[in-house]
């Protein structure tokens, strides 16, 4: 399976209580020079990265990070509204018609970048949504809120680009509209009944994990209704978006994603296996890195697991049955 990585964990790691980052040396540094620390760190272990529009790719430095890019390709541009601070109260959710026809504008300018580069379009709404009780009327929220994904991704369409949706339950948005999977499916289905089917699900393994989610569960529902479009690898303790090292933590969730990747033929099809990771105290290069090392050492148990055997036992339930089925391909 090809990998991506996400720019932005070579950054500065901020975070509220420290706004300057655990790495302040890091801060404001221009993407082309985060590149080419990642390129030049990894090498072959990625294949692609992902940047946010306008914030770390646009076409002010588009020669130049391809210049550090140096053959590596860009998968995806995912949307930066939640970085932009006239956004706080929500983009397309907004209730100011100006900004929310703003949040459109920067939104099909994405869409034209990646369209350019040959990239997916990453929306993950995390502005899109609340801070109180009382504070919004949900119904005109969501309305505003699905029709301006409608629009961005039939926008999309027309440039023949697939827009990949990210869901997660909070932050920045304290109640984030679209906090779980099934809000995500109603959206998507929502636009398919208007004739709008470009847009997949991004799985961010992290922001399952918070809500309780099965990461293995999920991807064999998204798989068996073709919705299955991309994943941001990483790990977490489940109650924050730690963005930790992959298999790090929810090492079994982790191996049984595996199995259920390979049961659907995920990356046959040229799909990445995403990283998207937030080292705030560890070396960048060495926490992707790992990652990769780590995931690739789960996959190969993944390979190793009998699996008409294990098909059978989860035929009968026969949780005994798997797991000895696990736990040999774990050498036990």
């Known amino acids: ?32 020079t985060k590149v080419r620390t990642a390129v ?5 272990l990625m294949d692609d990265y992902e940047f946010h529009y306008p914030q770390e790719l646009s076409p002010a430095n588009l020669d130049e990070v391809r210049d550090a890019l140096d053959g590596h390709g860009i998968y ?14 929500g983009a397309f959710c907004s209730p100011d018609d100006a900004l929310r026809a703003d949040a459109l504008r920067l939104t099909r300018e994405a869409i034209d970048l990646a369209a350019e580069v040959g990239a997916h379009m990453i929306i993950w709404p995390g502005i899109e949504g609340y801070n109180y009780p009382f504070q919004t009327p949900y119904k005109e929220s969501w309305v505003r809120f699905i029709d301006g994904v409608g629009e961005s991704a039939a926008y999309a369409n027309g440039k023949g680009v697939t827009v990949f949706l990210e869901h997660k339950n909070s932050e920045p948005a304290m109640k984030i509209l679209m906090r779980n999977i099934g809000m995500t499916l109603h959206v998507i289905h ?58 790090a933590t929810a090492f079994m969730e982790t191996l049984e994603l595996a199995i259920e990747l390979r049961r659907a033929g995920y ?34 148990i993944a390979a190793k697991v009998d699996g008409a055997e294990l098909r059978a036992a989860q035929h009968e339930k026969d949780a005994v049955r798997a797991y000895e089925l696990v736990y040999a391909a774990l050498g036990a």
Request: proline share 3%; with cysteine.
């Open 76 to 89: 995806c541009v995912a949307s930066g509204l939640h970085l932009d601070p006239r956004f706080g109260k």
């Open 267 to 300: 990356g046959d099809n040229g799909e990445r296996l995403g990283f998207d990771l937030y080292p705030y105290t560890e070396d960048a290069v060495g926490a992707v890195k790992r990652s990769v090392l780590q995931w690739n050492f789960i996959d190969g």
């Open 1 to 32: 399976m090809k990998t991506s990585l996400g720019i932005w964990a070579f950054g500065g790691m901020a975070t509220r209580f420290n706004p300057g980052g655990y790495k302040p040396e890091l801060a404001g540094i221009p993407t082309a």
């Open 40 to 44: 030049e760190g990894l090498g072959d």
């Open 190 to 247: 929502t636009l398919r009944t208007r004739g709008i089917d470009n847009v997949l699900v991004n799985m961010d393994w992290q922001h399952l994990i918070m809500n309780g989610e099965n990461l293995a569960e999920y991807a064999a529902l998204l798989a068996a209704d073709g919705l299955l479009g991309h994943q941001h690898a990483n790990s977490g303790w489940g109650t924050f978006d730690d963005d930790n090292m992959v298999g």
